[in-house]
């Protein structure tokens, strides 16, 4: 059996998750994790596989005879960008655990808007008894822009709920009993819109698209009383000083914000204490290390078997 290529690890994650993981993973492999400081200065020009979060700046100067890059999580943004990424394949992190977590998050936050807890929590701060007005599900759309893995099963998810729930993609996709539309479609997609769920990968395209604009074509007579933001896709595709513009101004009538421009939120933004936000700390889909060192396994087995890589990024689409 021919020696199988090195790994190199450069993950940004919990050193004791990474530790916990790699027992048992890998088995028959050299990795190579440069976190310790015995692999600080090693010769990676053997390597032929490199898995990474937030890498080291001059890593691909140093593994020179890569054959694929693995994403340490769903998005590909922050590898696409690094300086000297070669020419191969870069492959994102796909798997149920992490598909099911963001689906959790998109679920609960909208259930959260729904139930009106902001309101509630607010009432409790006051020990006051009142019971608020409740839509049900079913009388609120929620749309949702990015319908790729994450997008699908949330829209799945959302329906066993009870909502409505509508898609919007650049290209159109056919998805069984969700309405779909297209780049050309957004103006509709946003006038039936309610809850706007962000899950779009980060391109030059969806840079700074969650804005003032935006905002002003969802649907303002809903059941909610006025529409919701809820973005857990990439914090450069939403403009937060329009978010608290539009909350101020009654364009939102509310946020739940998983990412954010600057990470992490600065500690003077208002978006910390704002009465109208949920806010947590990009933690809605965290990737589950044991699981991507499995998806990793499984994509060097398909290579070194002379079959391809499964969840290539298109590099013209950034995605």
């Known amino acids: 059996m021919p020696k199988k290529s090195p790994l190199v690890l450069d993950l940004k994650f919990d050193r004791a998750q ?3 993981a790699l027992k048992g993973a890998f088995a028959g492999r050299e990795v190579i994790d ?21 890498p080291s700046a001059d890593l691909f100067a140093r593994a020179t005879n890569l054959k694929v890059v693995f994403s340490g999580g769903a998005g590909v943004d922050h590898v696409m960008t690094l300086p000297g990424l070669p020419d191969v394949p870069v492959v994102r992190f796909v798997d149920p655990t992490l598909t099911n977590r963001m689906s959790e998050w998109i679920v609960m936050q909208c259930l959260l808007h729904l139930r009106q807890f902001k309101a509630y929590e607010a009432q409790n701060r006051k020990h006051l008894w009142h019971e608020l007005a409740q839509p049900e599900a079913a009388e609120v759309t929620v749309g949702i822009m990015g319908m790729g893995v994450l997008g699908q099963d949330a829209a799945r998810k959302l329906k066993v709920m009870g909502f409505d729930v509508i898609g919007w993609s650049r290209r159109k996709k056919e998805i069984e009993g969700v309405e779909t539309f297209d ?11 309610d809850i706007l769920v962000g899950l779009l990968p980060m391109t030059p395209d969806t840079a700074g698209i969650f804005n003032a604009s935006l905002f002003k074509g969802l649907r303002r007579n809903g059941a909610l009383g006025g529409p ?3 973005n857990a896709g ?37 978006l910390w204490t704002h009465e109208k936000v949920f806010v ?13 060192f499995a998806h990793v396994e499984r994509q060097m087995d398909r290579i070194e078997n002379g079959e391809p890589p499964e969840h290539v990024v298109d590099r013209a689409a950034g995605y």
């Open 183 to 193: 780049a050309a479609g957004l103006d509709a997609f946003l006038a039936r819109t």
């Open 234 to 270: 990439r914090g450069g595709s939403q403009v937060e000083a329009d978010i608290l513009a539009a909350l101020a101004g009654g364009v939102l009538a509310g946020a739940s914000l998983d990412v954010f421009e600057t990470e992490p939120l600065p500690l003077q933004s208002p």
């Open 18 to 20: 990474i530790a916990a």
């Open 280 to 292: 947590t700390p990009h933690a809605a889909a965290a990737s589950d290390v044991r699981a991507l």
């Open 34 to 54: 440069l976190a310790l400081p015995v692999n600080r200065s090693l010769d990676l020009s053997g390597a032929g596989y490199a898995l990474v979060w937030r």
């Open 228 to 230: 919701v933001f809820v």
